[in-house]
């Protein structure tokens, strides 16, 4: 095993040996730029046989049933799937707010990107990672095949969170939409700290494509359940906005019921527009999201 | 009429209100922290600010709920009345009891202190325009507070009111009270005691007529307490005592007691004692050789009241009476005289006494304390301590009633009718009360003749005949001169089987004890609280420039100056105990001050005054002023706690 594999904070051996078999599942069968390992709207001519359809002027010969010619004596015509590449594209928030957190937001969002990237690879579809704070960063790809992985985790190691970078999840998803035009799977992981709300930013990842997005929303165990006390004047790491806060038992309830209703928001507006939506605290191990739940939810096989 | 009042100085705590202002605009200092986002927090306190109720008074409500707390406290501090409902411009005198008996606990507090919480209960019920007086009794009224409607003042004389352990004197205290209400058109007395007024059915008049409110103090009715001690010489031992105890029961039950004798820390004596309830156990201590010492009597267990559950004796060593027996030589009278070192006698003729009281400066300088006129007296009446053997003086030219011991009518003579002698009188009663007869019995005492006294006024029998009375105590008061006591024996002791007697001597050695006082008797040695301590030096009066000091049993040293006719009085025995007196610095005497009171051992507090005919019911409608401070005190404190749970929910931006 390399020793860059062995030196990653990322991914390891076992991990990765864990995953190899596993692929991405897009319900959503679209078409990618070059025949590909993933099945196609569009008849081809791959092995994997589709579909039978009667004989029209013009149609190629070679794929004539000859059997069933002898047996009905009508001319059908052998139709076989054709397989695509998928595209795949990671989408990780960088901004200062997901640097806190133990464990750490940012490390937890780059494992997934790591991890579901590695699959990618793996399975020859196209990868493509960005971060995005204030704006879009591309990070990796578009690449594909098991050898791009060192790049990937070099890319993903290498990256970090700004210092009071601010979250702009629109800006963010205005520059995805705009540079990517092809279909395929979007993986978007963020924490949503976003004062200007997430549903205009989500909404240009739907406009138009047929693509199937995946959320993963993930939040530290202190900001699911914050253990501080006495009168606090707590600070956004991103914008300096200051809340001052006395910390009782009733608040830390509002504060809880705020956030599910928040969770709650995300989900409606993901499931009410054909997008998965994750929730997921950092402290949920790794390699359980990504071989128990993701599998569950059917993103893997 | 219901009022309203505050206390005198509450604005002074007004200017706390801006005080808190300034304090509430220094914020409080928060501790800041970096966090990964403040949204969902300033979601959250926003979602809180909406859902909040009062939302306009919202940034005020912490400042408005101290401003309450603190405007309650400010409330509650100024002590607010709402007040009963009476007539105005009443003047009343509160008396307080602060006998000895008001020192029993009731569940923990002396009833002193209960009955000036009842006293201070009436002050607060004060209407503008009462007039009240706090007047405190024991033995003797004292004037607290006069007539004012200061309520400071009043509240200050019935904290000063101390517990004292003198015996109950209510006449003089309600005479006291009536005439501080002299001018008073709408006046009132209430009495806060638990009682031992005495018969009151002789009062004057004027004091019937006095309104009177009476508040019992006290539930406890078990006591046994010593109610007399006192010692006399013993007859079969020479230079010791007998010392006489008796021990009251007030409990309903009876009580068994251990009554015991010491001298300083060494038991001495112990009897175990059954008292029947209500009764009274005497006992006697025979033949201990005590002289020159202070003896304390101890009772266990003493009941409520602890004022009475130990006497002092004090048994000095005597010094001889100067006794000057006028008259015809009387064999047995002056054996009986030879035979008392106490006593030391000298016989004159009648003629050589007359001669004597002829020349003025002699007979004043004659050391006699005691005369015994035998048979024979001149007209006038002795001007020193006398007894008059088969003989008076003619005491129609001055003579003052002896008040104390005289009662109206029954022992006032009446002009004797029939023949001025009695032949062989049989004696029928003594009065066992007076000191000149005390430890005696007459029954076996036959006389084969007496005269009447006749019309004396103040005369007080103390022996009587069926027919006259066979001997009398009166008080000779002459303006200008000490009181001087005079016993009259009505018969001839020699025409009697008296010298035949125990009583005999007895009678006599009473009689110069009641009358030479300071010497023989041991009377000296034990006093009963509020009794003035006197003290005679040696030494002439212009020749004692000594100074004296006197150590009460509270351990405060008491400078004492002689009077002008020598002796050294310390008037203010308010507490039993041992009081000691030093000469120059040097201990010279103890005094022996003990309770002794049968009145103050009775501690069951009595339900009802009775004047004259007229019943005076406990004043339950006196008016009660209900404090409203513990609920303004509440309500601040409610006031705290909300702000508390506010301010633990409240968070701003």
């Given amino acids: 095993m390399s020793p860059r594999l062995e030196s990653s904070t990322l991914l390891d051996k076992e991990f990765i040996a864990k995953i190899e078999q596993l692929e991405l ?58 397989e695509e590449d998928l595209n795949l594209n990671i989408l990780i928030d960088s901004s200062s707010s997901m640097g806190f957190g133990e464990p750490n937001k940012f490390l937890y969002a780059r494992k997934i990107a790591a991890a579901l990237a590695y699959i990618g690879l793996v399975n020859q579809d196209r990868v493509r990672v960005s971060s995005f704070n204030e704006q879009l960063e591309p990070l990796f790809g578009p690449a594909r095949g098991r050898r791009q992985l060192w790049k990937l985790l070099d890319s993903l190691e290498t990256v970090d969170t700004g210092k009071e970078t601010g979250t702009n999840l629109f800006k963010g998803c205005k520059d995805f939409a705009v540079t990517q035009r092809l279909t395929g799977i979007v993986i978007f992981v963020s924490d949503f700290f976003d004062r200007r709300g997430f549903e205009e930013a989500l909404k240009f990842l739907l406009a138009g494509r047929n693509l199937e997005i995946y959320v993963f929303h993930v939040l530290a165990p202190e900001e699911i359940d914050p253990k501080y006390v006495g009168d606090l004047r707590l600070v956004d790491c991103e914008d300096g906005i200051e809340a001052d806060v006395s910390i009782s038992r009733p608040l830390l309830k509002a504060y809880k019921r705020n956030l599910n209703s928040f969770r709650a928001e995300i989900q409606e507006y993901c499931t009410g527009r054909g997008m998965h939506y994750s929730f997921t605290s950092t402290e949920v191990p790794f390699d359980k999201l990504i071989l128990g739940y993701l599998r569950r939810r059917g993103l893997l096989r | 009429m219901s009022g309203f009042t505050f206390g005198q100085f509450a604005w002074l705590l007004l200017p706390l209100i801006p005080a808190l202002i300034a304090l509430y605009f220094l914020k409080l200092k928060r501790q800041p922290r970096v966090v990964s986002s403040t949204f969902l927090w300033a979601r959250t306190l926003e979602d809180l600010h909406v859902n909040a109720p009062f939302q306009k008074m919202r940034k005020s409500l912490l400042l408005l709920l101290q401003l309450l707390v603190l405007g309650f406290l400010i409330f509650a501090c100024s002590k607010p009345l709402v007040e009963g409902t009476g007539q105005t411009g009443i003047s009343r005198v509160i008396l307080i009891d602060r006998s000895a008996s008001m020192g029993v606990l009731e569940n923990g507090e002396s009833r002193l202190s ?136 007030s409990a309903e039950e009876k009580k068994s007691v251990t009554l015991s004798l010491y001298d300083g820390e060494d038991l001495v004596d112990a009897t175990q004692l059954e008292i029947e309830p209500g009764k009274i156990a005497p006992h006697v201590f025979d033949g201990a050789k005590f002289a020159g010492q202070t003896l304390k009597l101890q009772i266990e267990p003493g009941g409520a009241l602890k004022a009475d559950d130990e006497a002092w004796i004090h048994l000095a060593l005597p010094k001889p009476l100067e006794v000057l027996v006028v008259g015809a030589p009387n064999h047995f009278l002056d054996l009986v005289l030879r035979a008392n070192p106490q006593l030391r006698a000298r016989r004159i003729t009648i003629e050589a006494f007359e001669t004597l009281l002829k020349d003025d400066s002699k007979f004043q300088e004659d050391p006699a304390q005691v005369i015994i006129f035998d048979r024979q007296c001149p007209k006038s009446p002795s001007l020193r301590p006398a007894i008059y053997i088969d003989c008076h003086p003619d005491y129609s030219l001055k003579v003052a009633a002896e008040s104390e011991e005289k009662k109206e009518g029954a022992d006032t003579p009446v002009e004797a009718t029939g023949p001025s002698k009695i032949e062989a009188p049989s004696i029928v009663d ?85 009358l030479g006082e300071a010497a023989l008797s041991t009377e000296m040695g034990r006093f009963r609280c509020g009794q003035a301590l006197t003290y005679y030096p040696p030494k002439k009066a212009e020749e004692n420039q000594s100074s004296y000091t006197l150590k009460t049993p509270q351990g405060s040293d008491v400078p004492l100056k002689p009077e002008k006719s020598g002796e050294v009085i310390f008037p203010d025995t308010y507490h039993r105990g041992l009081y000691r007196l030093e000469e120059d610095g040097e201990f010279v005497h103890q005094f022996a001050v003990s309770l002794l009171s049968r009145k103050e051992a009775d501690i069951a507090a009595a339900k009802e005054v009775r004047i004259g005919v007229d019943r005076i019911a406990t004043a339950d409608e006196i008016p009660q002023s209900k404090e409203l401070w513990p609920w303004a005190a509440a309500l601040a404190l409610a006031f705290v706690l909300t702000e508390w749970w506010v301010y633990n929910r409240r968070m701003t931006l």
């Fill in chain 2, 430 to 514: 003594w009065d066992a009360t007076h000191p000149v007869n005390r430890y005696n019995n007459y029954a076996d005492l036959l006389i084969s003749e007496s005269r009447r006294p006749g019309k004396i006024p103040g005369y007080h029998s103390i022996i009587e005949s069926a027919e006259d009375s066979l001997a009398g105590v009166v008080t000779y008061l002459v303006p200008g001169s000490p009181a001087a006591s005079h016993v009259i024996l009505n018969f001839n002791v020699l025409n009697t089987n008296w010298a035949w007697l125990p009583s005999f001597p007895k009678f006599f050695y009473s009689a110069s004890a009641f």
């Fill in chain 2, 114 to 249: 209960l009955a000036q919480t009842k006293a201070l209960d009436l002050i607060n019920a004060l209407e503008p325009g009462d007039l009240t007086a706090v007047v405190t009794f024991s033995n003797r009224p004292v004037t607290m507070q006069s007539m004012t409607s200061d309520r400071g003042r009043l509240e200050r004389a019935i904290r000063r009111i101390e517990l004292t352990d003198l015996p109950t004197e209510f006449p003089t205290a309600l005479q006291t009270a009536a005439s501080l209400l002299a001018a008073a058109e709408n006046g009132e007395v209430v009495v806060i005691s638990d009682g031992a007024f005495g018969d009151l059915t002789n009062l004057g008049s004027e004091l019937e007529l006095v309104k009177l409110r009476y508040i019992p103090i006290g539930e406890e009715t078990s006591n046994q307490g010593i109610i007399e001690l006192d010692a006399a010489t013993s007859f079969s031992q020479e230079k010791a005592y007998e010392i006489f105890a008796s021990v009251y029961n």
């Fill in chain 1, 25 to 82: 599942v897009s319900r959503k069968i679209a078409s990618g730029q070059i025949r590909g390992e993933r099945r196609s709207k569009r008849r081809g001519q791959s092995n994997e046989f589709a579909d039978y359809r009667p004989y029209s002027t013009g149609d190629d010969l070679r794929f004539l049933d000859w059997n069933i010619y002898g047996r009905l004596e009508r001319l059908f015509l052998r139709l076989y799937e054709e």
